[in-house]
T-cell receptor, first 115, second 114 residues
Framework: ETGVTQTPRHLVMGMTNKKSLKCEQH?????MYWYKQSAKKPLELMFVYSLEERVENNSVPSRFSPECPNSSHLFLHLHTLQPEDSALYLC??????????????FGNGTRLTVT | AQKVTQAQTEISVVEKEDVTLDCVYE???????LFWYKQPPSGELVFLIR??????QNEISGRYSWNFQKSTSSFNFTITASQVVDSAVYFC???????????FGTGTRLKVLA
């Protein structure tokens, strides 16, 4: 099993659709993240979960709804998206313990196109 | 405030040339981590190195080397004898110890031409 697995790799959806992105980590990490990567923009942190509790929510529109049922799984539920939401969505995990941070380990990303 | 600046948007080199990617950071923290990641066309960000702010030793791993200079707040990355497979976007990142915030630079796109 690879470290962080994301599905699907590609997703095309209309503005009225509802879909979900899935992320699974096999590294035993205690934190999971959603990042958005748009063309010519820096990586944007969307959400962070630590031990299944959301610890960071960076003013993300409510049409993006995260869910973390356990420390290994993270979902991003999408509904009524806009074309400007088209981007690469990256999931990552890390181990944060005391004053030590492991590097972020990323999945392959989901390339989302909103039509 | 924390900030990471990668001033080079895109660099093109010919295979076998050496290339240095610049990274300058800002932080008020005395302890922090610095990272480099590689993002090939496939999309996944691949971790390359983590450096603790206490450790200013330079590091070499094969054709890759990193020069950490606290005095100039820089963490530059050099690829020696570049290869076409090195073509990717490279990101520098900063993180305060014990937090969930990783601040990324805007990335440098490296094109290595055969």
């Amino acid at each position: 099993e690879t470290g962080v697995t994301q599905t699907p790799r590609h997703l095309v959806m209309g503005m009225t659709n509802k879909k979900s992105l899935k992320c699974e980590q096999h590294l035993g990490h205690n934190a999971m993240y959603w990042y958005k990567q748009s063309a010519k923009k820096p990586l944007e942190l969307m959400f962070v979960y630590s031990l299944e509790e959301r610890v960071e929510n960076n003013s993300v529109p409510s049409r993006f709804s995260p869910e973390c049922p356990n420390s290994s799984h993270l979902f991003l539920h999408l509904h009524t998206l806009q074309p400007e939401d088209s981007a690469l969505y990256l999931c990552a995990s890390s181990q944060v313990k005391g004053d030590r941070n492991s590097p972020l380990h990323f999945g392959n990303g989901t390339r989302l196109t909103v039509t | 405030a924390q900030k990471v600046t990668q001033a080079q948007t895109e660099i093109s080199v010919v295979e076998k040339e050496d290339v240095t990617l610049d990274c300058v950071y800002e932080t008020r923290d005395t302890t922090y981590y610095l990272f480099w990641y590689k993002q090939p066309p496939s999309g996944e960000l691949v971790f390359l190195i983590r450096r603790n702010s206490f450790d200013e030793q330079n590091e070499i791993s094969g054709r890759y080397s990193w020069n950490f200079q606290k005095s100039t707040s820089s963490f530059n990355f050099t690829i020696t004898a570049s290869q076409v497979v090195d073509s990717a976007v490279y990101f520098c990142a900063l993180s305060k110890l014990g937090t969930y915030k990783y601040i990324f630079g805007t990335g440098t796109r490296l094109k290595v031409l055969a």
